[in-house]
C-alpha cells in the first residue's frame, strides 16, 4: 500500500472523486494551527484540494467561507445550506477535525448527519473522520 506523508493510504477504493472539505476551521488566519497544515499535506498526497490549510496567504474566498462557518456554529446561518451549496458544488467529501475540546467538531457531526451524509473509511486515521453524502 502506498502511504502518503499523512499517514494515510493515497490510493481509496470506492471514495468517490472531488475535493474535500474541512472541518472545523479556524475563524482567521490568526487562529490557524498544527491542524491547518495537515489539511495541505491532504491536497498534496490525495491530489484532491482542500478547503482548509495555512499557507501564508488567505484569499477572499477562503476569508468569506471563514466567516461564512463561524456564523454557522454561532447560530446565525444554517449549516445545512452550507452543505446542500457543497453539494452541489463538487465537494464529495468532509473530512473532520477530532480535535479536543473543540465543541464546533460536535456541532459539524451533528449537521452532517441531518444534512444526510454518513461517515466512511477511505482513508482511517486516529483524530479525523470522513464523511459522504449518499
Known amino acids: ?14 471514495a468517490p472523486s472531488g475535493a474535500i472539505a474541512t472541518l472545523p ?3 482567521n488566519e490568526y487562529a ?9 499535506a491532504r491536497a498534496l498526497t490525495t491530489g ?4 482548509g490549510g495555512a499557507s501564508g496567504w488567505v484569499p477572499p474566498t477562503t476569508r ?8 454557522c456554529e454561532d447560530g446565525r446561518a444554517d449549516p445545512g445550506a452550507i452543505l446542500t451549496r457543497w453539494r ?16 464546533r467538531v460536535h456541532f459539524w457531526r451533528t449537521a452532517l448527519v441531518r444534512a444526510g451524509a454518513r461517515r466512511v473509511t477511505f482513508w482511517p486515521q486516529p483524530g479525523y473522520e470522513t464523511w459522504a453524502f449518499d
Open 1 to 14: 500500500m502506498d502511504v502518503a506523508l499523512d499517514g494515510r493510504p493515497r490510493t481509496a477504493p470506492g
Open 64 to 71: 468569506s467561507l471563514r466567516t461564512e462557518l463561524a456564523e
Open 88 to 103: 452541489a458544488e463538487g465537494i464529495a467529501l468532509i473530512e473532520l477535525a477530532l480535535r479536543p475540546d473543540d465543541p
Open 32 to 40: 490557524e494551527d498544527v491542524t491547518e497544515a495537515l489539511w495541505l
Open 48 to 51: 484532491r484540494p482542500v478547503t
Open 25 to 27: 476551521a479556524p475563524v
